[in-house]
């Protein structure tokens, strides 16, 4: 750990040394060749003309592209980033976690690392800086820059809607158990009644209710046709 935050300090403070002297960066190394590769970042959902947008609290994967043009293998070590004041990038708002990758990047071929920001941001305006570690064949290490502009933070905006649209499942799923609880106890107790009422007739309650339906079945019969059948039961 002691090792790779002083590999770290390094870096930032040779990435800063390079730029500052870029006049003439040769004029620091004058033995050694500077490595031929031109690096690339690509953010998420970006738009092209447009700031690149981060979500606060979100993995946000940015792409790098390595393109070594040389005659020599390369090595991609590490690449490190920082947040910083966009109108100050020495005011440093949160050093990004650094990744080791120790990828082979072969002459004259293309390389695409993965690199995942995932930081607490109010939505707003930041510098970030994304250098790499490439180290050639005889174990130089040059810091290249990635990316050195300003980025935008926003607010995870889908997770909030997701988060809503539960809460509304829930109300929706709630009313409907509430209404089928109404019913059930509106309904029940009727159904309970008459099924109650019927055993609890005496027999002659029960006698009279027949005798009653007796009467009203044969008000619409005429006269000579009910007769009839008493005649003959009382023969
Ligand atoms: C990155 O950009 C900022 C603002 O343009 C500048 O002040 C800073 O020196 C740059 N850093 C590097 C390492 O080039």
Known sequence: ???????????????????????????ETPNVELPNVAITADFPNAIAGLTPNL??????????????????DLKVDLIVGSVAE?????????KLTPYRYSTTLKADTTLILPYTINMEQASREVGLTLIADIVDSTKNHFPVLIYNSTVSFSEPMNSW????????????????????????????PEV???????????????????????????DWIPEHHKKSPRVTKRR
């Open 1 to 27: 750990m002691f090792g790779l935050k002083t590999t770290l300090k390094a870096l930032l403070c040779g990435a800063l040394i390079l730029a500052s002297v870029s006049a003439d960066p040769t004029a």
């Open 161 to 188: 809607i997701d988060l809503q649209l539960i809460f509304l499942y829930v109300l929706i799923a709630g009313i409907f158990v509430a209404i089928g609880m109404f019913l059930k106890g509106s309904f029940d």
């Open 86 to 94: 966009p109108e100050d990038y020495s005011q440093v708002i949160r």
């Open 55 to 72: 979500v606060s609290g979100e993995a946000n994967k940015i792409k790098v592209t390595f393109k070594n043009s040389g005659k020599t």
């Open 192 to 218: 309970k009644k008459t099924t109650k009422k019927a055993p609890s007739m005496t027999p002659e309650e029960r006698e009279a209710a027949l005798e009653k339906m007796k009467v009203l079945d044969e």
